[in-house]
């Protein structure tokens, strides 16, 4: 194949910087194949598998320390890039130097390389400066519409853009556009970051406080699909609404089993199931059954290419943005009670201690006995069980606190926190805020997936099948060294993270801290996300060194391809896998920022609502973080997180103390600390900048006096700091994303 041969041309250690022509010769092509050769050239290099330079010649891009990758932009400007080989560290892109790279583009950098960062032994972030935009994570925007002297421009919504972009009145678009409505742009060639973008209007999509306009821009901001294509939609109906009996052949027959569901109290797609039985006085036998969606999705089809496409299903505040169609995700492959359904089984043989003994995989069907949601199922835990299922519900959640121990013993970490769900009225209001505990419930079906999600990865590894794996790698050593640190600048015993043991105690500790939550926040941050990969690399999170993600076919794609991988034996190339891998973290990446900004928008309302009445509600909230110009608290109750500018403090002026880092009330002596709990309300909420400033709700009642010695102005800020910031602020409003299992 001719890329194949372009490839091992320029491996060559004899090979010199060659351009087309010269290449048509060098390869041995007559002339007629140029355009094919200059189609293959052209594709690699947005690959980032070549590079084009001076002279438009072409060469490896280790050859000139050029890194493919996709850069991820902060709201400062910054970029990082995560170079497509995985074996290079992230390397730090200043704003300077990111040229017109926006968010999840891929692009090609140089790496700048210092005689330190040269040695061995250096450990230094790697910096470098874009050089080439590869590919476009999306070309359109989604922003407010807004009106100069001279001509119309498009604020981004996303704080991650910081550029104004350069519209014409918009012409055939369905609707006139009036200045503050939200638009959708489609973004022209943008060459120089010296310049601000410019694009067109191809939607207008209404006034931002009219109903569905919120969630419309978010849909359209991430490239979230509404409706799903006419043949896609054919092809599920094909399927039918039943299972036939042909459907049957080959499967093991499950259906006397006490199979049952556990899930969210609004879940539809219901994709594992468990089954429980003694299988002797000191052993049980255990039936993990997850949808079997590779029966009626089949590769190649339309289904199949829209699945991939997706990546994913996104659970926005108001809706979700399934990756298949209702008739398979609600229907046909969810595991609903009452009704037939078809299942790959992981059947585990489980000593009493929680030890796995054996394990089986096969194609099953099932008849679901019962569908609990999680409250139901930890409300029966709670008391003595009536009957055999809640019988076994109780032995379930006996046995998965065994493994669960031993998994903590064996190292795992413990990274959750509660989750706050919102609950909106018929008019898409925020109705109220439930906090969501990783209960006994939770636990019983974590584990069990967790195991199944185990033997799956090892069964794939002992078969050396090419298949898809979920990893997340161990934190950089220089970021924990960072953190560690901070920890011991608050007086918190912490002994060497590299070390598992160590992690985990600390992570103990922090639990029975006022500080703990905290610095817990300040440990996630330092980890890795988590991944798709087609090399195993092992779950940090989970210290599992065999993992992959095989429990939810009918919402993740990357269970499909495992599930075809494991059982039909239809495994993709490695190239193809990896392509996938990478496709289906960015999908994940690009849910996870709808899903948070579709939280945002309806908590933002809500505030902005509580601000008009005049009455705003007060919340706890913990101090994160101390500057200067105030601090910063989560809000547990909102899931989110904001700013107390010391300007919104009016009891006194106050100091920044950086050698003990808090503040300091230079008349009362009050202290402002990390770690402290606060009642605050919300002062500001900037939907543009898409931040929220909090107050106190009660001053006099909250803040500590100091205990001794007097308040001085630190050499840094002699003067305090209340006149206003002096650092680029933090997102002010920010949901902090754990690494996924």
Same mark, same amino acid.
């Given at each position: ?35 094919? *050769? &200059? +189609?293959?050239?052209?594709? $690699? ?6 590079? #084009? /330079?001076?002279?438009?010649? @072409? ?85 407010? *519409? &807004? +009106?100069?002297?001279?001509? $119309? ?6 704080? #991650? /853009?910081?550029?104004?972009? @350069? ?87 499950? +259906? ?486």
């Amino acid at each position: 194949m001719l890329p194949d041969t372009l490839l091992k041309l320029l491996a060559r250690r004899d090979y010199l910087p060659l351009n087309v022509p010269e290449l048509l010769r060098a390869l041995g092509l007559a002339s007629n194949r140029q355009q094919e *050769l &200059q +189609r293959v050239l052209r594709d $690699l290099e947005k690959a980032g598998r070549i590079a #084009r /330079i001076k002279g438009n010649r @072409y060469i490896q891009p280790c050859e000139a320390d050029l890194i493919p990758g996709r850069i991820r932009m902060n709201r400062q400007g910054n970029g990082f890039l995560q170079p497509d080989d995985r074996s290079l560290k992230e390397i730090a892109i200043p704003a300077s130097a990111t040229s017109t790279a926006l968010h999840e583009d891929r692009v090609l950098v140089r790496r700048e390389l210092t005689p330190m960062s040269l040695r061995s032994d250096a450990r230094p972030s790697a910096t470098g400066t874009v050089v080439r935009i590869l590919e476009r994570r999306r070309t359109q925007i989604v922003g407010t *519409l &807004q +009106r100069s002297r001279q001509f $119309l421009y498009v604020i981004p919504d996303d704080p #991650r /853009i910081p550029h104004d972009v @350069y519209v014409t009145p918009p012409s055939d678009v369905g609707r006139p556009a009036q200045v503050g409505d939200k638009v959708v742009v489609e973004m022209r060639e943008w060459v120089s970051r010296h310049t601000n973008p410019e694009g067109e209007i191809v939607e207008v999509l209404g006034p931002p406080d009219a109903e569905g306009v919120d969630m419309l821009s978010v849909l359209r901001q991430y490239g979230l699909p509404i409706r799903f294509p006419q043949n896609v939609l054919q092809e599920a109906r094909s399927i039918g609404t039943n299972i036939q009996s042909r459907d049957f052949e080959g499967r093991v027959d499950c +259906r006397q089993h006490q199979v049952i569901t556990i899930d969210p109290d609004d879940a539809k797609d219901f994709d594992d199931a468990i089954c429980l039985q003694r299988a002797g006085t000191d052993q049980w036998r255990l039936w993990v059954h997850i949808a079997d969606v590779s029966h009626y999705v089949r590769p190649g089809t339309a289904l199949d290419l829209e699945a991939r496409k997706r990546g994913n299903s996104t659970y926005l505040v108001d809706r979700v943005i399934p990756m298949l169609p209702e008739a398979l995700s609600n229907e046909l492959c969810s595991l609903k009670p009452g009704v037939d359904r078809l299942t790959k089984c992981v059947e585990f043989l489980v000593s009493n201690e929680g030890r796995v003994l054996n394990t089986k995989f096969y194609s099953a069907m099932i008849h679901s006995q019962r569908r609990f949601s999680y409250q139901e199922a930890f409300a029966i835990l709670q008391r003595k069980p009536d009957g055999p299922i809640e019988q076994m519900l109780h032995q379930a959640h006996e046995l998965a606190q065994r493994i669960r121990r031993a998994r903590f013993k064996a190292g795992s970490l413990e990274l959750s926190f509660p989750e706050m769900k919102i609950r909106l009225d018929e008019r898409g209001r925020v109705a109220r805020i439930e906090k969501v505990v990783n209960d006994a419930s939770h636990q019983l079906i974590e584990e069990y997936m967790l195991l199944a999600n185990e033997a799956v990865a090892a069964r794939l590894m002992h078969l050396r099948s090419p298949a898809i794996f979920r990893v997340h790698e161990a934190p950089d050593e220089k970021r924990l060294q960072e953190y560690r640190e901070d920890v011991l600048g608050h007086k918190v015993p912490c002994g060497d993270l590299r070390q598992r043991l160590e992690v985990q105690r600390l992570l103990h500790k922090l639990d029975s801290l006022p500080i703990g939550p905290a610095l817990k926040l300040g440990f996630l941050k330092s980890l890795m996300r988590a991944r798709y990969s087609v090399e195993p690399l092992g779950h940090y999170g989970l210290a599992k060194q065999k993992y992959t993600h095989f429990t939810s076919p009918i919402r993740r794609y990357a269970d499909l391809v495992v599930h075809r991988t494991l059982f039909e034996k239809k495994s993709a190339s490695p190239p193809a896998l990896k392509e996938i891998a990478d496709h289906i973290s960015v999908t994940e990446r690009n849910s996870a920022d709808a899903e948070r900004d579709s939280r945002d928008i309806k908590l933002f309302a809500f505030l902005k609502a509580q601000l008009k009445s005049g009455r705003p509600e007060p919340y706890p909230a913990l101090v994160t973080d101390v500057r200067n110009f105030g601090f910063f608290v989560d809000v547990p109750g909102l899931a989110m997180s904001g700013l107390v500018p010391l300007s919104a403090i009016e009891d006194d002026f106050y100091v920044f103390d950086p050698a003990r880092n808090h503040l300091v009330g230079r008349r009362t002596r009050r202290i402002i600390r990390l770690g402290d709990n606060l009642v605050v309300q919300v002062a500001k909420v900037d939907t543009f900048k898409k931040q929220v400033d909090f107050r106190l709700a009660d001053i006099p009642a909250q803040l500590p006096r100091r205990r001794k010695g007097p308040s001085r102005p630190s050499p840094q800020n002699p003067r305090g700091n209340n006149a206003g910031p002096k650092k680029p602020r933090k997102s002010a409003s920010k949901i902090t994303s754990l690494p996924s299992n």
